[in-house]
C-alpha cells in the first residue's frame, strides 16, 4: 500500500518507491545510495518496471540516489517476485507495476512540499464532477540554484539537477466505457561549466479503452508509448564530442477478463511491441581528435499472446495455471 511508505524513516525528505521494496524480503539493494534493485540474486536490468502498462528503462535520478516515481502520484504497487502472472513477459527477474492515480473527480485538491533538495506540487479535480477528472504532479530539485550564489565562474555556469511530470486523465463516457490518458516526463541534467554534461531521461504515455460488455466479462484496450535516451558532452581543447543512445516503443495491447463462475477467473490477451534502438552516435566537431561514429540503428517486433486461470479449488486452496507464446522478431539490416 502506497499509504505505509509515508511510515518509514526516507533520504532527504524524498519517500521512495524503490527504496521501499528493498525492505521486502528477497529484494536487495544494488548498492548505497541506488535505486537499482536484485531480486532473489537476478541482474537489475532483469527487473521489469511498469508505469500505467510502460515499461521504464532507467528508472533513476541522480545517478541512482532517488528512483523517478514521484510518490503524491501514485495509486497502486505490485510486486512480483516468482510465479509471474501470464500478462507479464520480457524479464526474468521481477515485475515492478505501478499504477498512477485517476485524480478526484469530485472535488479539487492542491498539495505540494519542500524537502531538502526538491519541492513539489500535486493539483487534482474534476473537470465535469462525476464523469471526468485530471491529476498533475511535479517535482524538480532546487539544489542548482544555490551553485548561482558561488564567485566561482565554473561552479555558478554548472548544471545539477532534475524534474519529472506526471499526469493522467480519466474520462467516463458511459456506463460501459471508460478512457484513461496519462503520461510521465522527466530528466536529469548534470553539467561541468561547457565542458562537459551528461543528462538523461524517458518519457511514457499510455492510452486505455476500459469496456464493459456484461457483469462478468469486461475488455481493456491500449496504446502505449515508451522513450528512453541519454546524451554525453565533452567540449575542451582537446576533445569535442557527442554521445547519444536511445531506446523507443510502440506497444498495443488487448485484454478480456472473463468471471466465469464464482470460482473461476479467466484472463487472456494479446500483447504487441516494436522496438526501435539507437545503439550508439558519436558526433564530434571538425577538430576533434575524434570521428563521427554512428552504429546502425536496431528494429525488432516482440509479440506475445497469453492466457491464465485462477481456480478457488476450495475457501483455503487457490491453483494458478496458464501459458505465455512469445515471439521476437529482429526487422531490416543487420
Not at 154 to 173: G, I
Not at 185 to 191: A, E, M, S, T, V
Request: zero cysteines.
Amino acid at each position: 500500500s502506497i499509504k505505509e511508505t509515508r511510515n518509514i524513516p526516507v533520504l532527504f525528505g524524498e519517500r521512495d518507491v524503490l527504496k521501499t521494496i528493498q525492505l521486502l524480503p528477497g529484494i536487495k539493494s544494488a548498492g548505497e545510495g541506488n535505486s537499482g534493485f536484485y531480486v532473489r540474486g537476478g541482474a537489475a536490468d532483469q527487473n521489469l518496471i511498469l508505469l500505467d502498462e510502460a515499461p521504464v528503462y532507467n528508472a533513476s535520478h541522480l545517478l541512482g540516489f532517488f528512483s523517478t516515481f514521484n510518490s503524491d502520484a501514485i495509486k497502486d504497487i505490485a510486486v512480483y517476485k516468482g510465479g509471474m502472472p501470464a500478462q507479464y513477459g520480457g524479464r526474468l527477474s521481477s515485475v515492478l507495476d505501478i499504477k498512477m492515480n485517476d485524480g478526484n473527480n469530485q472535488d479539487f485538491g492542491l498539495s505540494g512540499g519542500v524537502g531538502l533538495i526538491s519541492a513539489k506540487l500535486n493539483a487534482e479535480g474534476p473537470l465535469k464532477k462525476g464523469r471526468s477528472s485530471f491529476l498533475i504532479s511535479g517535482r524538480r530539485t532546487y539544489a542548482d540554484m544555490f551553485l548561482k550564489l558561488s564567485k566561482d565562474t565554473s561552479v555558478k555556469n554548472s548544471q545539477l539537477y532534475f524534474y519529472d511530470l506526471n499526469t493522467k486523465l480519466n474520462f467516463k463516457l458511459g456506463e460501459n466505457d471508460r478512457l484513461f490518458v496519462s503520461g510521465y516526463f522527466g530528466r536529469d541534467k548534470l553539467g561541468y561549466e561547457n565542458q562537459f554534461g551528461i543528462d538523461w531521461g524517458n518519457s511514457t504515455g499510455t492510452l486505455r479503452w476500459n469496456h464493459i460488455f456484461n457483469s462478468r466479462l469486461f475488455s481493456n484496450t491500449s496504446l502505449i508509448f515508451s522513450n528512453y535516451n541519454y546524451k554525453v558532452t565533452v567540449k575542451t581543447d582537446a576533445a569535442d564530442f557527442q554521445i547519444f543512445s536511445q531506446i523507443r516503443d510502440y506497444n498495443f495491447k488487448e485484454e478480456f477478463q472473463w468471471y466465469l463462475n464464482n470460482r473461476n477467473s479467466i484472463r487472456m490477451g494479446v500483447n504487441s511491441i516494436y522496438h526501435t534502438i539507437r545503439p550508439g552516435e558519436i558526433t564530434s566537431s571538425e577538430t576533434a581528435s575524434i570521428g563521427n561514429l554512428l552504429l546502425q540503428k536496431r528494429y525488432s517486433w516482440e509479440n506475445a499472446f497469453y492466457f491464465t486461470n485462477t481456480w478457488k479449488a476450495t475457501d483455503r486452496l487457490n491453483l494458478t495455471y496458464g501459458f505465455r507464446l512469445t515471439a521476437f522478431s529482429i526487422l531490416g539490416e543487420g
